[in-house]
Antibody, heavy 118, light 107 residues
Framework: EVQLVESGGGLVQPGRSLKLSCAAS????????MAWVRQAPKKGLEWVAT????????YYPDSVKGRFTISRDNAKSSLYLQMNSLKSEDTATYYC???????????WGPGTMVTVSS | DIQMTQSPASLSASLGETVTIECRAS??????LAWYQQKPGNSPQLLIY???SLADGVPSRFSGSGSGTQYSLKINSLQSEDVASYFC?????????FGAGTKLELK
């Protein structure tokens, strides 16, 4: 059974940093692109980042480019999201998701909440 | 970026009814469209990909159709467990983008 479990969320002040983690199991992690998708409270979904199988290629929308960094450790079946210079508009539940390589997502974790507030 | 417009924003239907949710793209996305279901308090789950392909384990009462800029998700014989929000997503263009969602409730 595919399982994705995020951790690392919490309350952080604007301008500070936070690192999210996602532990994967139930599939060969190194064979899949992986992604982060977020959802602001009572809002829709926004893709945040994608990483290739080896980690050599990363992709971001303009809203987070230069502030967020996605990475992975295939030996640990883990995905990460380093978030710097956080803004109030980054407040959201962050989901770890398995990317099908075609840019849609076939499995999602339960999410971890990030609140950016002073 | 491609804009995805979903309609209606909310919908109330009775058990056993057939429900249709629409999604319109701001330009042709060549059937590179997915639908997700998000039940209250849960994470999204993939229902449909490539506009009309059912994801593994999804009941056959769900179906997707459309082409070009116009797509729809149909739920036949609505069940109580179908109460959820539904989101469309285009992945034809970078960046992939989602619709704002349709909240489905029971009448």
């Amino acid at each position: 059974e595919v399982q994705l479990v995020e951790s690392g969320g919490g309350l952080v002040q604007p301008g500070r940093s936070l690192k999210l983690s996602c532990a994967a199991s139930g599939f060969t992690f190194s064979n899949y692109y992986m992604a982060w998708v977020r959802q602001a409270p009572k809002k829709g979904l926004e893709w945040v980042a994608t990483i290739s199988t080896s980690g050599s290629r990363t992709y971001y929308p303009d809203s987070v480019k230069g502030r967020f960094t996605i990475s992975r450790d295939n030996a640990k079946s883990s995905l990460y999201l380093q978030m710097n210079s956080l803004k109030s508009e980054d407040t959201a539940t962050y989901y770890c998701a398995r990317d099908t390589y075609y840019w849609y997502f076939d499995f999602w974790g339960p999410g971890t909440m990030v609140t950016v507030s002073s | 970026d491609i804009q995805m417009t979903q309609s209606p924003a909310s919908l109330s239907a009775s058990l056993g009814e057939t429900v249709t949710i629409e999604c319109r793209a701001s330009e042709d996305i060549y059937s590179n469209l997915a639908w997700y279901q998000q039940k209250p308090g849960n994470s999204p789950q993939l229902l449909i990909y490539d506009a009309n392909s059912l994801a593994d384990g999804v009941p056959s009462r769900f179906s997707g159709s459309g082409s070009g800029t116009q797509y729809s998700l149909k739920i036949n014989s609505l069940q109580s467990e179908d109460v959820a929000s539904y989101f469309c997503q285009q992945y034809n263009n970078y960046p992939n983008t989602f619709g704002a969602g349709t909240k489905l409730e029971l009448k």
